[in-house]
């Protein structure tokens, strides 16, 4: 029988094993994390609604960007620039929060992240509404940065653009986390064209008026970390996982929430990584007739 010094030791250095296990998946876990945080996807998606009645669209989705007052931060907003017009989109939506932190000073310049974005090409243009994290920077400073980069920014506001032969709404609408609801009577006057809404916060989609052929938003980020066979045990917003990311469709409306390409409070991310989605957006075919048994086909 073993002495019970002897099972002392034994007992100490399994507990120093478990320790330096655990210290090592934690370790571990946070630098995949970081590093996943970093790993920008392009995500490709073939969206479906009975509301597009126009040729397929390429959308570009780039949102919630929050640009460090960091060279590194900098880097990494060219590099989304340079992915996304690698993917030829016919237009690029951008649904906010390019300003980074909770307090004045922690941002990048809002000039200098205008003039980066103002790079993006594509043939029907490139709009963009404001997040939450711009407003708290300085709402007043985006609007002039924009403006002087060439950027239009669709705050409550909307426009028809042309696109093979006919004609789209595009309207933008302010970020539902900072100001209040919209009125869509004024920002969507007509159904008789297909509709596209950009926006920040996915909340206002809960009394969008039908039809839409298309709604982006950002501002969840997907949660940052999901939870295997669970998701996200955290999002900012009211309607939870409703509005968590991907594709919904409710009613009439098909909407998408990107998870975006930065990070907010922690700089960590788990099996939900930065992305630029890039959307074909095509009608539903109309179905074919099956051919009745025993009638010959008209000749």
């Given at each position: 029988?073993?002495?019970?010094?002897?099972?002392?030791?034994?007992?100490?250095?399994?507990?120093?094993?478990?320790?330096?296990?655990?210290?090592?998946?934690?370790?571990?876990?946070?630098?995949?994390?970081?590093?996943?945080?970093?790993?920008?996807?392009?995500?490709?998606?073939?969206?479906?609604?009975?509301?597009?009645?126009?040729?397929?669209?390429?959308?570009?989705?780039?949102a919630d960007f929050h640009v460090?007052?960091?060279?590194?931060?900098?880097?990494?907003?060219?590099?989304?620039?340079?992915?996304?017009?690698?993917?030829?989109?016919?237009?690029?939506?951008?649904?906010?929060?390019?300003?980074?932190?909770?307090?004045?000073?922690?941002?990048?310049?809002?000039q200098e992240i205008a003039d980066?974005?103002?790079?993006?090409?594509?043939?029907?243009?490139?709009?963009?509404?404001?997040?939450?994290?711009?407003?708290?920077?300085?709402?007043?400073?985006?609007?002039?940065?924009?403006?002087?980069?060439?950027?239009?920014?669709?705050?409550?506001?909307?426009?028809?653009?042309?696109?093979?032969?006919?004609?789209?709404?595009?309207?933008?609408?302010?970020?539902?986390?900072?100001?209040?609801?919209?009125?869509?009577?004024?920002?969507?006057?007509?159904?008789?064209?297909?509709?596209?809404?950009?926006?920040?916060?996915?909340?206002?989609?809960?009394?969008?008026?039908?039809?839409?052929?298309?709604?982006?938003?950002?501002?969840?980020?997907g949660g940052q970390i999901a939870?295997?066979?669970?998701?996200?045990?955290?999002?900012?917003?009211?309607?939870?996982?409703?509005?968590?990311?991907?594709?919904?469709?409710?009613?009439?409306?098909?909407?998408?929430?990107?998870?975006?390409?930065?990070?907010?409070?922690?700089?960590?991310?788990?099996?939900?990584?930065?992305?630029?989605?890039?959307?074909?957006?095509?009608?539903?075919?109309?179905?074919?007739?099956?051919?009745?048994?025993?009638?010959?086909?008209?000749?």
């Amino acid at each position: 029988m073993p002495k019970k010094g002897t099972r002392r030791k034994w007992f100490l250095r399994g507990l120093l094993c478990g320790v330096v296990l655990l210290l090592a998946l934690f370790f571990g876990g946070i630098a995949y994390m970081r590093y996943e945080a970093e790993r920008l996807i392009v995500n490709r998606l073939e969206v479906r609604s009975d509301e597009w009645t126009l040729p397929p669209l390429k959308v570009a989705v780039a949102a919630d960007f929050h640009v460090a007052r960091d060279p590194d931060d900098m880097a990494r907003l060219r590099r989304i620039v340079e992915r996304t017009n690698a993917e030829k989109p016919d237009l690029i939506l951008l649904p906010g929060d390019f300003a980074a932190g909770l307090r004045p000073g922690q941002s990048a310049e809002p000039q200098e992240i205008a003039d980066e974005l103002a790079k993006l090409q594509a043939p029907l243009g490139v709009y963009a509404v404001l997040g939450n994290h711009d407003h708290w920077q300085g709402k007043e400073n985006f609007i002039r940065a924009f403006e002087k980069a060439g950027i239009p920014l669709l705050e409550n506001r909307s426009l028809e653009l042309e696109f093979r032969g006919g004609r789209f709404l595009l309207a933008g609408v302010v970020d539902g986390w900072t100001q209040e609801k919209p009125d869509w009577d004024v920002l969507l006057p007509t159904d008789r064209l297909p509709r596209i809404v950009l926006t920040h916060a996915p909340d206002i989609f809960d009394d969008m008026p039908e039809p839409t052929a298309l709604a982006v938003a950002g501002h969840t980020h997907g949660g940052q970390i999901a939870i295997p066979f669970y998701g996200p045990p955290m999002l900012p917003s009211r309607y939870h996982r409703r509005y968590a990311s991907g594709l919904v469709r409710e009613g009439r409306n098909t909407i998408f929430v990107t998870v975006g390409t930065g990070t907010s409070i922690l700089p960590l991310r788990f099996l939900c990584p930065p992305e630029i989605a890039v959307l074909t957006l095509s009608g539903t075919p109309p179905a074919v007739p099956e051919p009745k048994v025993g009638v010959p086909p008209d000749v």
